[in-house]
């Protein structure tokens, strides 16, 4: 593969939206994520061809849509520094963050029994089903998001750069995954701390991960790390917060899993939390016994809709998406960032904050 192309914002005349812009990196990682996949598939069918189904579920969950906003957030960072700077690096690391998401999504599904994902079996579901055994589906599973995880390192560990550079990118990589783990650790723990759990688990790689990433490779100044750190604080957290919002109300076509499984589940979110505090006593009592219900059934699920929507929890998450949404947008208010660079950013912040997963 030849180096790519700089990545070109707008033209002065006619500007690329970042919608456009969008379609462009997709095109750009999905390209690069099917030569990665081609070499590792050479790799394993010489070392242990016995494995390959393992990867080829990873990679049929990594190929099976996914908008690629991370690695376009990516790209966006370097438009706001250096614009058009190292794209190869910038491309590999891209393609690094959808293999990263891969391995979270692997482990998330497993952990919270998701059957469904992206409109099709969970990668836990599709190997118990080729071994015809769920334990072993579990463990294969597992295995495949420990294969990614060793991949994106080897990826980003390879990247050309000059010194500086790859040592800021390094630390911010491993700054993120930390963050991820951590965020998901409270998660599973039942913590209350819905903001820090937000932040940790999903901010730290839908937003600010991405464009620390960037401002590394583009070798930005600290005045452009702080402004990227202001943005994504805000963005992360609506980002999640929409991503509740579909959950609870969304359709499956809207969310590639099936409606209602954050009820089944008993995710404490910002609309349950606020279901509980303003519904009367009787109907705290019927939301909880829907919640954490596995069985619970689809009348179960359209009544939990019924009594979160009555407690005014859908309209407030609204309202606190539109704040945060400000919150990012007034960020980008600084010379620190190029303009073509802070038009994109604002044009993914509306994404973001009006779309899932």
């Given at each position: ?29 999905d ?9 590792v ?15 080829a ?99 980003v ?42 932040d ?6 839908t ?142 912040a ?8």
């Amino acid at each position: 593969m030849c180096p790519p192309a700089p990545l070109a914002p707008s033209s002065g005349v006619d500007p690329v939206s970042p919608r456009q812009y969008l379609d462009v990196v997709r095109a750009r990682i999905d390209e690069r994520l099917r030569e990665i996949f081609a070499q590792v598939e050479g790799d394993t069918t010489a070392a242990a061809p016995a494995t390959l189904p393992v990867l080829a579920a990873a990679r049929d969950l990594t190929m099976r849509g996914g908008k690629r906003l991370r690695p376009a957030m990516l790209f966006a960072a370097i438009e706001c520094v250096e614009p058009g700077a190292h794209p190869r690096a910038t491309t590999d690391v891209g393609a690094a963050l959808e293999l990263f998401q891969t391995y979270l999504l692997i482990h998330d599904d497993w952990m919270d029994n998701d059957p469904v994902r992206r409109g099709a079996p969970s990668v836990h579901v599709s190997l118990a089903r080729h071994y015809g055994d769920a334990h072993l589906g579990a463990c294969s599973a597992i295995l495949a998001g420990d294969l990614l995880s060793a991949l994106v390192h080897e990826l980003v560990g390879s990247v050309e750069l000059p010194a500086a550079r790859r040592r800021a990118l390094v630390q911010a990589f491993g700054r993120m995954e930390r963050e991820v783990i951590l965020g998901q650790c409270l998660d599973v723990t039942h913590n209350q701390d819905i903001q820090r759990i937000h932040d940790l688990k999903t901010g730290s790689y839908t937003v600010r991960g991405p464009l620390l990433l960037g401002a590394a490779i583009a070798g930005a100044p600290e005045e452009v790390w702080r402004a990227f750190e202001r943005f994504a604080e805000p963005l992360g957290l609506a980002f999640q917060l929409r991503d509740d919002v579909l959950g609870a109300f969304g359709s499956e076509a809207d969310t590639g899993k099936p409606v209602g499984g954050d009820f089944r589940e008993g995710k404490s979110t910002l609309l349950v939390r606020h279901a509980l505090e303003h519904l009367d006593a009787s109907d705290r009592d019927e939301l909880r016994a829907v919640l954490g219900r596995r069985d619970a059934s689809e009348a179960d699920v359209l009544r939990a809709q019924a009594l979160v929507e009555r407690s005014g929890a859908r309209e407030h998450a609204e309202s606190v998406v539109r704040a945060l949404r400000e919150r990012c947008l007034a960020a980008l208010d600084t010379p620190a960032l190029l303009p073509d660079g802070r038009r994109l950013l604002a044009g993914f912040a509306a994404m973001l904050s009006e779309r899932s997963k």
